[in-house]
């Protein structure tokens, strides 16, 4: 259990090491989600390999997995939005990166309170499939958002900036400062 828990510390401080930076909005958070997903998997599997799990794990694990749904969606709409010749970029807040850590907090707390104290902690062994089920859902939802931005905005607009959800751009972001962000 304890190299899981190391695992998806590292993790999720890779991940709010990467939201916190201003970068290109592409298809790679998408392919570290997968990749992400692919271990969380095995750990899984291994995990419910070892612990003949019943039906109360699966609750937990499945709930969970919701539960990681749910933080993604609300996570993405704290990501900064904006194009920069006709690209676009993105960047998370100190809330992004607090929502992280919640979203942690609830994984393991759900666990323990749907699985209990005295069975297998399926929480410590889910850890890095919730972080690629709640990465995977917030990035899904951050492409489609830039895509739109760049429909709406286009190449010519050459540098808008968005903030949050159903935000509209602004053609010069540098009279404005950082917007809380």
């Known amino acids: 259990m304890v190299t899981e828990i190391i695992i998806g510390v590292i993790v999720l401080a ?27 998997l095995v750990e899984a599997y291994q995990f419910v390999e070892t612990h003949h799990a019943g039906a109360v794990i699966y609750a937990a694990l499945l709930g969970s997995l919701a539960l990681a749904a749910v933080f993604g969606v609300l996570r993405a709409a704290t990501v900064r939005l904006w194009l920069r010749d006709g690209q676009p970029w993105s960047q998370g807040s100190w809330v992004t990166a607090s929502l992280w850590v919640v979203a942690v907090a609830a994984h393991l707390g759900y666990d323990a309170l749907v699985a209990g104290h005295g069975r297998a902690n399926v929480g410590d062994a889910t850890i890095v ?22 429909r709406t905005q286009g190449p010519q607009s050459g540098y808008g900036y968005g903030y949050g959800y159903g935000s509209r751009s602004v053609q010069n972001p540098d009279r404005l400062g950082n917007l809380g962000g």
């Open 129 to 150: 499939l919730y972080l690629a089920v709640s990465l995977g859902v917030q990035r899904l939802i951050v492409h489609q958002r830039a895509q739109r931005l760049q």
């Open 14 to 40: 890779l991940l709010i090491y990467r939201q916190l930076r201003s970068r290109p909005v592409n298809a790679s958070g998408l392919r570290l989600a997968a990749i992400i997903g692919v271990i969380g």
